[in-house]
């Protein structure tokens, strides 16, 4: 790799992430989002097509009433955001950056191409990159 800073989010996504279907229970969600140390999740079908998003925190009052009451978790499908921000690769970091910082805008960001999930953008990420920028 050259001794350059990123400047687009391909450079800086990860390709290889977590991710669940709609079928997917909470329990076992709760347990991925623990294990990658992630605040949320992109959803996908069958053909990996980006179809919503669930965070920790759309989970945890689900997960804890069903651990109270002893009751069958929910599915992913069941509390999950149909409406996603995500983002193409070739979008610039600053230009991501700058979308970051106005109004309440989610930590982890899909990456897609053509509808279908190619990977994850944290804000860390475009934190890391930012910094890169500055001093390569």
């Given at each position: 790799?050259?001794?350059?800073?990123?400047?687009?989010?391909?450079?800086?996504?990860?390709?290889?992430?977590?991710?669940?279907?709609?079928?997917?229970?909470?329990?076992?969600?709760?347990?991925?989002?623990?294990?990658?140390?992630?605040?949320?999740?992109?959803?996908?079908?069958?053909?990996?097509?980006?179809?919503?998003?669930?965070?920790?925190?759309?989970?945890?009052?689900?997960?804890?009433?069903?651990?109270?009451?002893?009751?069958?978790?929910?599915?992913?499908?069941?509390?999950?955001?149909?409406?996603?921000?995500?983002?193409?690769?070739?979008?610039?970091?600053?230009?991501?950056a700058q979308e970051m910082l106005s109004g309440n805008k989610p930590k982890v960001?899909?990456?897609?191409?053509?509808?279908?999930?190619?990977?994850?953008v944290t804000r860390r990420d475009v934190l890391t990159a930012i910094l890169r920028?500055?001093?390569?």
């Amino acid at each position: 790799m050259l001794n350059r800073a990123p400047t687009v989010v391909r450079e800086i996504m990860s390709r290889d992430c977590y991710r669940v279907t709609g079928t997917t229970s909470i329990i076992t969600l709760a347990e991925g989002l623990a294990l990658h140390r992630l605040p949320g999740v992109p959803v996908v079908d069958h053909h990996d097509r980006l179809i919503g998003f669930i965070s920790e925190q759309d989970v945890m009052g689900k997960l804890l009433q069903s651990a109270y009451l002893n009751d069958e978790a929910p599915l992913v499908k069941e509390l999950m955001r149909n409406e996603v921000l995500s983002v193409s690769p070739t979008k610039s970091i600053t230009d991501l950056a700058q979308e970051m910082l106005s109004g309440n805008k989610p930590k982890v960001y899909p990456v897609t191409e053509q509808g279908c999930l190619c990977g994850i953008v944290t804000r860390r990420d475009v934190l890391t990159a930012i910094l890169r920028m500055r001093y390569l």
